[in-house]
């Protein structure tokens, strides 16, 4: 039994779309190692068809789930963090703290961070969300979910994370929690997404990642020194509440000018035209 920061951990059965399975129903690969397998069997030739139709109805299923949401935003960190370790402390309150200042609070629903930030965000009273991923192995939504989808394809549960969230708060984590903050932070970078904020949480955890960007990857010219502003780094779960807050609404301001720019040049380009 494990989540998806490859930590074995009790759970209710195994989800495969609206089916429950447990014990040796559980299937021993996922659906995405099936879509990306290589073997050469050419069985995809039918298969492919209808694994298309499932994928259109993951994204379909997760817009019409989350598309009345509200504002929200993601929280990242690793399913191993224990209930009494320091950093499940700072996710519940950073939860917490979400939905006081009005946004509902997105986790990967599994164990560890993701079920501190969703207590947190549960207990305030707010909206607490869970996105969770078929593994080969059991695993159940955390406790504190009030909403929750299962996803079979990793790449339509991220697309949920992005889609609905107006910001990013990433606490230590694994592999998981790594691969979602770059995909955070590329998107924000190639300008393939609105910006928004991303905020680390535990400068010791933190630093020397940031440190290994600021020299080696910078110094030999991987990305401009202006890319390290998209990332901030805090202790305090209230002023990374804060940042998301008011990095939030500079960006959106930023986007209404940018945008109102944008129509006052097709207007006069209307009228030249006209002329």
């Not at 504002?71 to 499940?88: I, K, L, N, T």
């Not at 393939?192 to 010219?221: C, H, M, N, Q």
Request: with cysteine.
């Amino acid at each position: 039994m494990t989540s998806d920061d490859a930590l074995e951990t009790p759970g209710t059965g195994y989800r495969k779309g609206p089916v429950l399975l447990r014990g040796g129903q559980i299937p021993k690969t996922t659906s995405d190692q099936r879509l990306l397998s290589a073997d050469g069997n050419t069985s995809w030739l039918h298969d492919d068809p209808w694994r298309v139709m499932r994928i259109q109805s993951e994204f379909v299923e997760g817009f019409g789930a989350l598309a009345e949401i509200g504002p929200a935003v993601s929280v990242f960190g690793s399913a191993r963090v224990a209930a009494d370790h320091p950093d499940y402390a700072v996710a519940e309150a950073v939860g917490r703290g979400l939905v006081e200042a009005g946004y509902a609070v997105i986790t990967g629903g599994g164990p560890g961070i993701m079920a501190a930030a969703n207590k947190g965000a549960n207990q305030a009273g707010g909206l607490s969300i869970g996105l969770g991923i078929e593994l080969p192995f059991e695993q159940g939504m955390n406790q504190w979910v009030d909403l929750g989808i299962n996803f079979r394809y990793f790449f339509a549960r991220k697309m949920m994370f992005v889609k609905y969230a107006q910001g990013f708060v990433v606490l230590p984590g694994g592999f998981g929690t790594l691969d979602e903050l770059f995909e955070a932070l590329t998107l924000v970078q190639t300008h393939k997404v609105t910006g928004f904020p991303i905020v680390l949480v535990g400068s010791e955890y933190w630093r020397g990642l940031l440190d290994w960007i600021a020299g080696p990857v910078i110094d030999r010219g991987m990305i401009s020194p202006a890319d390290l502003d998209l990332l901030t780094i805090v202790d305090d779960p209230a002023e990374a509440v804060r940042i998301v807050c008011e990095r939030g609404a500079e960006l959106r301001a930023q986007e209404l000018e940018a945008a109102r720019r944008e129509a006052k040049a097709q207007r006069r380009a209307a009228r030249g035209n006209a002329s």
